[in-house]
């Protein structure tokens, strides 16, 4: 049987060996669903499908992760906290780099991930398509509204939501200056000095895709104007918000803001009257998983009270958890509190992937 | 029947690229002899030497050795170097820095897996033939020049080969020390009875040490022969000047005054000078060679019909164990060597004169 | 005399049969050409091809994206004017080091010429994040402490091309003080002497006799280390993109982060950067080649130190100042930085904090990655060497036909910019059936790949050292190659293999842009975990990381080098 680095069984050596399963690439969707005989059982204070003890003889999760560094490692912890015979690891990208790598490896025939977070739908969307996630119906699935779920259910669900408005730095911003809603960024004295997240990310996406909604195509094109220095990362653009390097930032996340005020950092945050543009955090187990059962556990940890507590608590993450049953917010504040704005149609949306990427690479000079 | 060859270069050709170093060599070395090559840098007799040592690749020509072919460009025969049973004296010594001289000269019987105690007594006794006993722990690089010179000599012939190669190996000694490991080397190479090729652009070494020389220049063999044979009766006015110093005169072959078996040469100026073309074939125009440690300067015109001519010094150079003098002879400017001269001012009309004997026809 | 004949026709019956020293040869070789030229085949390939970028092999070719290369002037122009004015800064920086070390009488040069190495081994990328923070506009200390005097706005933008090119110059020239020092160190001193008798005066020599001479080395170091500076990724990555300011290695990074990849045009890109780069090399050997290498046994120039009385001092403090700028204050800076909540140049008493350094030691960074690349390094290291050393002796010391190819094919490397290599070596390895990829094995290849060029060149620096008539002496006595190698080649290139070993354990830990697209995520090590955290948390965090690692690090190659000296000198002995 051939083992992979960490000596356990791969599945293609199962496949090998002479198990009677189709070997599909990419193309077709794979067909191993949970027979419905086989009740959850309870494992701490959640309810799972997965096999836990097998799951803690696969020993390891792999993880890939759109968050940043600090954020994945604090996912990491938490469930390894929870199962500490599970040892995870993970790779950290933003979004569009994260997709790009898995979809390059399973083309190579590598499949080396156990679950994937992404921050935009569109590409999950095409991962569900093309057959990469793993059809798993986890039995906590009750407590989340159809809308955010995957259609049909068990390819992923929102672990999460990130809400942005606009954040600027409160010394260097006073009184009458500071921005009140979406089209206050576009003033010319914000040249040079405004900030923004790089086209790879998707909640950057989103709100390109939702402000020329609602104002217009011209709108990024005035905002082209303003020079805006984009990041991977909101703590990159926060880092800089609070020591001045950037007056205002156009896509201020509101578990950044958290984070560095608790820190004392000088900033504050505004929630446009238009509502804050939001991403869905989306999980899901990926198909041909070297670590099955680990990915079921830890889809259930993930979507149960527990693992959104943690999502929702841990400084590095700060999510608004989507849980029907979720408590509010570390700052008291509950998400229904936040008018957001989603795309409705997710299709259409997908499709001017390609208009955005052009767009806004083309802003910053690429 | 003459003695077997122990050692037979044959056309041997060697290039670097498209440069040719070594274009068409060849000679034979018999047992025991000490062969030289000699000649100016450039000459291509270091090459011919590495070439026989296998650490050049010939492009033509065929290398023996008691008749079998190391080396055969027809055959397809090269024997690696290490395999050629051969020894070789570098010019740079190539004393292996890190190891002591025991191990430097104990090398090649290593290599020949011979037993510690054989290596011991063979180490000894070849360092002690070359006075460097006392040495033999000694860190190798901290000796001298001519303390390397000898232990890379014990090294060399400590494994008894029958064949030694010498690549200049006096050339970065100073010249007292090198007059005297010349007559050292000698008398090993007799004592030792070993067949050795040596290498050098120095005259006198060439002319001390060899019982053959061969005289090269650009890749080619100018002349073979004894020391005497090459100094007495040079073939080309290049070996007539490279071999000593010597003066060049042209002139007409004037049969009509040819007598007692000497040859009569009229140069342009008019003089005739009489000389031996021992059996070289004398044409129409001559040149002939007239060393200039024979040429003899006096006052008075000595006695004697042939070969006395009047001259003017021009200067003199004093050189310690002779005196060079620069005359004017006719239209021509010779050079005469003498030891031990009475002063001659510049501008003194003199009378020159020479034996026949010792003017040399050049020829083939 | 008849064993002779005997033992001769033996083995002249054999006619070159195949030797130990062929096999060693070709097979070394062989390996060489798989490393390099497998890489840069899918590199060439992804270039070429302008069909659907999701469907391997490639369905269309054409040079369709070499003509989207037009599109993007801006980029190839700033990757020029930031490389030509780093490198001029470099010679001069250079230059006026090496003049000051090698030809004057300043006090403690000896020590001063072993400390200029440090900027090196601290990397461009540390050096980078603390100028960030020293000399951004609004939050760079040095800027603070300027508004502090009373000035107004910034007295330095480290974000602008000048302040990239200064700080690629600090970190990243050295190599042109050692190359320049290395030219002035071979020059005949008796040719100035020559001037100065005739009655010239020390400027008019050094005018006329010594630039001239020089001219022709630096003109070689100046090429090299424009080469060096077109490839430069961590310090346009840190200061250029925060300011929308691409050089082509950083467009390649983020033109390959998107979804979907812009595989092609990235392709094309570092072709491209390849293309100039290879021309660059080719005029730089042409230079070079004019002389030897072989250091004519015992007769080492010595320089003439020129006295230059109570300018001593002041140069003195010029060497200093060096330090200061690319040694002292960066390591301090990001000291200071690493102790602060929110980093600033006066911060309140409860802006100190020890929290960076608890969590910084939680990260996967601090623990892992640092004992990957500690590993990785000493793997690189000792497989280096002996791949190396095979190399350069194929290449410089054996007669074997075609060895001078693979000069051409070891040194390819060097022409082309890590990031870009790596590229090419992702893909390549990625489809390679033998699942390496995403493993510290597929870095280890890849180190050993890029640093062909630096491993070879330094071995065979020493190796040419060598006279070759050792080895042949050797041979006249009878040893076959491998004995030779055992018992000549091999001890007397023992303290050069040592120098060469530490040059690669100090080049695998500080390496960037291969690791960083070929890290997965049970291989990371630390260079491009430093880039990833500078990503993704605060920039104290990032300091607080980067100090660790360049600590560990240092301390590792502090005791190798004891370790080394001891070996080298109880060898050699």
């Known amino acids: 049987m051939a083992h992979n680095k960490h000596g356990h069984i791969t599945r293609r050596a199962l496949l090998k060996a002479g198990v009677a399963l189709p070997l599909v690439g990419i193309a077709a969707p794979n067909v191993l669903s949970q027979p419905l005989s086989k009740s959850p059982s309870t494992v701490l204070d959640f309810q799972t499908n997965a096999d836990v003890a097998k799951a803690e003889q696969e020993g390891q999760l792999v993880f890939y992760c759109h968050e940043n560094e600090a954020g994945t490692a604090g996912i990491m912890q938490g469930f390894n906290k929870d199962f500490p015979k599970i040892k995870t690891s993970y790779v950290r990208a933003q979004t ?42 986890s039995p906590e699935s009750g407590a989340y509204k159809q809308d955010n779920l995957s259609t049909p259910k068990g390819y992923f669900f929102w672990t999460g939501v990130d809400p942005a408005g606009i954040a600027y730095n409160a010394e260097k911003v006073t009184g009458s200056d500071a921005p009140k809603g979406w089209k206050d960024i576009l003033d ?23 402000l020329r909604k609602l104002y217009g195509d011209g709108f990024w094109q005035e905002f082209a104007k303003l020079q805006p220095h984009a990041f991977d990362s909101r703590v990159q653009l926060f880092d800089r918000l609070s020591k001045g390097d950037d007056t205002i930032t156009a896509i201020g996340e509101y578990p950044a803001y958290i984070l560095f005020k608790s820190r004392g950092a000088k900033v504050e945050f505004v929630a446009p009257a238009d509502g804050l543009v939001a991403t869905p955090l989306v999980v899901g187990a990926v198909n041909k998983a070297p670590h099955p059962e680990v990915a079921k556990l830890f889809v259930d940890w993930a979507m149960s009270k527990r693992g959104q507590a943690w999502y929702q608590t841990n400084p590095n993450l700060y999510y608004a958890s ?39 690479n083309g802003m910053l000079g690429l | 029947m003459a003695p077997k060859p122990h050692i037979e270069v044959e056309n041997l050709e060697v290039s670097f690229g498209a440069v040719p170093a070594v274009r068409g060599v060849s000679f034979t070395v018999t047992h025991g002899e000490q062969l030289t090559l000699l000649g100016p840098s450039g000459c291509g007799k270091t090459t011919t030497l590495r070439a026989i040592a296998g650490l050049e690749k010939p492009v033509a020509g065929e290398i023996r050795i008691d008749g079998a072919p190391i080396y055969s460009a027809a055959r397809n025969i090269n024997v690696p170097a290490e395999k050629r049973g051969l020894s070789m004296v570098f010019q740079s010594y190539a004393i292996w820095p890190h190891m002591s001289v025991f191990d430097n000269v104990a090398y090649g019987l290593r290599v020949r897996r011979e037993e510690a105690a054989a290596i011991r007594n063979k180490v000894i006794q070849a360092l002690a033939l070359v006075q460097m006993q006392a040495f033999a722990d000694r860190r190798a690089s901290q000796l001298s020049g001519g303390q390397q010179q000898r232990v890379a000599l014990a090294r060399a012939f400590v494994f008894q080969p029958s064949v030694l190669l010498f690549d200049e190996p006096l050339s970065n000694l100073d010249a007292k020390l090198r007059a005297d490991m010349r007559i050292e080397l000698r008398d090993l190479q007799h004592r030792l009875g070993i067949t050795s090729i040596y290498v050098t652009h120095d005259l006198e070494e060439a002319l001390a040490m060899s019982d053959h020389i061969v005289v090269m220049r650009d890749g080619l063999v100018e002349q073979t022969g004894t020391p005497d044979d090459i100094y007495r009766l040079p073939r080309s006015a290049f070996v007539a000047d490279f071999i000593g110093s010597a003066n060049l005169v042209h002139g007409r072959n004037r049969r009509d005054l040819a007598t007692h078996g000497l040859l009569a040469l009229e140069t342009p100026g008019g003089q005739v000078i009489y000389g031996n073309a021992y059996g070289r074939s004398a044409g129409d125009e001559l040149t002939v060679s007239v060393r200039t440690v024979h040429l003899q300067i006096s006052p008075q015109r000595p006695a004697g019909e042939r070969n006395v001519w009047p001259a003017r010094v021009e200067k003199t150079v004093f050189q310690g164990d002779f005196t060079q003098v620069h005359i004017l002879w006719g239209d021509q400017r010779l050079i005469a060597r003498c030891a031990a001269l009475d002063p001659l001012p510049a501008g003194q009309e003199v009378f020159i004169s020479v034996d026949p004997k010792r003017v040399v026809l050049l020829g083939a | 005399m008849e064993r002779h004949a005997r033992a001769v026709s033996a083995a002249a019956s054999s006619t070159e049969s195949v030797s130990a020293q062929k096999i060693a040869g070709y097979g ?75 030809r004057t009488n300043v006090p403690g040069r000896l020590v001063f010429e072993q400390l200029m190495a440090v900027p090196y081994y601290l990397t461009p990328l540390l050096g980078a994040l603390a100028w960030s923070m020293l000399g951004s506009p609004e939050s760079g200390f040095l800027n603070q402490f300027w508004r502090a005097l009373g000035g107004s706005g910034h007295v330095i933008d480290i974000n602008t091309p000048y302040g990239i090119a200064w700080v690629m110059a600090l970190f990243e020239g050295s190599v042109a003080f050692v190359m320049i020092g290395a030219v002035m160190k071979s020059m005949d001193p008796a040719l100035e002497e020559a001037s100065q008798v005739i009655g010239a005066s020390r400027l008019r020599t050094m005018l006329r006799v010594t630039l001239p001479l020089v001219i022709p080395g630096v003109l070689g170091a100046a090429i090299f280390v424009f080469a060096e500076m077109l490839g430069s990724f961590a310090v346009a990555l840190v200061l250029g993109t925060p300011n929308r300011y691409y050089v082509i290695t950083t467009a390649i990074y983020q033109l390959i982060q998107q979804y979907p990849p812009r595989i092609q045009v990235a392709a094309a890109m570092g072709t491209s950067l390849f293309a100039v780069m290879f021309v660059m090399l080719f005029i730089y050997r042409r230079i070079v080649t004019a002389g030897s290498y072989v250091t004519i046994t015992g007769k080492a120039f010595r320089p003439r130190v020129a006295d230059v009385g109570r300018l001593r001092h002041l140069l003195f403090c010029v060497c200093v100042l060096y330090l200061v700028v690319s040694v002292v204050l960066p390591i301090a800076t990001l000291l200071y930085a690493s102790v602060q909540k929110i980093a600033v140049a006066f911060p309140a008493a409860d802006n100190f904090t020890l929290d960076n350094f608890r969590a910084a030691m939680s990260m996967n960074a601090a623990g892992s990655a640092l004992t990957n690349s500690l590993i990785l390094a000493f793997a690189t290291a000792t497989i280096g060497i002996a791949l190396m050393g095979l190399l350069a002796w194929l290449i410089y010391r054996s007669r074997l036909p075609g060895a001078g190819l693979i000069e051409y094919v070891v040194m390819f490397p060097q022409a082309v910019p890590r990031l870009v290599f790596a590229f090419g070596m992702m893909w390549a390895w990625l489809a390679f059936p033998i699942p390496i990829y995403g493993t510290l094995w597929l870095l280890l290849i890849a180190y050993l790949t890029v640093f062909l060029p630096l491993g070879v060149r330094t071995i065979a620096g020493v190796m040419l050292q060598v006279d070759k008539s050792l080895d042949e002496c050797a041979q006249m006595c009878g040893a076959s190659w491998m004995f030779r190698m055992r018992t000549i080649s091999i001890p007397l290139l023992v303290p050069g293999l040592v120098a060469a070993w530490l040059l690669l354990f100090i080049a695998s830990v500080r390496e960037l842009g291969a690791s960083i697209l070929l890290m997965g995520p049970h291989s990371k090590v630390i260079t491009p975990s430093i880039v990833e955290s500078w990503f993704g948390t605060a920039s104290e965090l990032t300091a607080t990381l980067a100090l660790i690692q360049t600590f560990v690090v240092a301390a590792a190659v502090a005791v190798l080098v004891v370790v080394t000296r001891r070996v080298s000198t109880h060898v050699v002995n």
Request: aromatic share 14%; hydrophobic share 45%.
């Open chain 1, 96 to 137: 569009g780099a994260l997709y790009s790598k898995i979809l390059a490896e399973r083309q190579a025939g590598r499949f080396d991930v156990d679950v994937l977070q992404l921050s935009d739908l569109a590409p999950a969307f095409d991962f569900q398509k093309k057959g990469g996630y793993e059809h798993y119906e």
């Open chain 1, 322 to 360: 989507v849980r029907t049953d979720a408590p509010p917010m570390p700052t008291g504040v509950s998400l229904t509190q936040f008018k957001l704005l989603y795309p409705q149609d997710w299709d259409d949306y997908s499709k001017q992937s390609a208009t955005f990427l052009k767009e806004w």
């Open chain 3, 28 to 102: 070394v070789a062989t390996v060489a050409a798989v490393l390099v030229l497998y890489p840069v085949f899918y590199l060439l390939q992804a270039a070429l091809d302008v069909g659907d970028p999701q469907t391997r092999p490639p369905t269309a070719y054409g040079l369709d994206n070499f003509e989207a290369l037009l599109n993007y002037p801006q980029i190839m122009l700033n990757t020029l004017s930031v490389s030509f004015a780093a490198t001029l800064m470099a010679l001069v920086i250079g230059f006026i080091m090496a003049w000051i070390l090698t």
């Open chain 1, 188 to 210: 010319p004295r914000w040249k040079g000095k405004i900030s923004c997240k790089i086209s790879a990310s998707g909640l950057q996406f989103v709100q390109w895709y939702m």
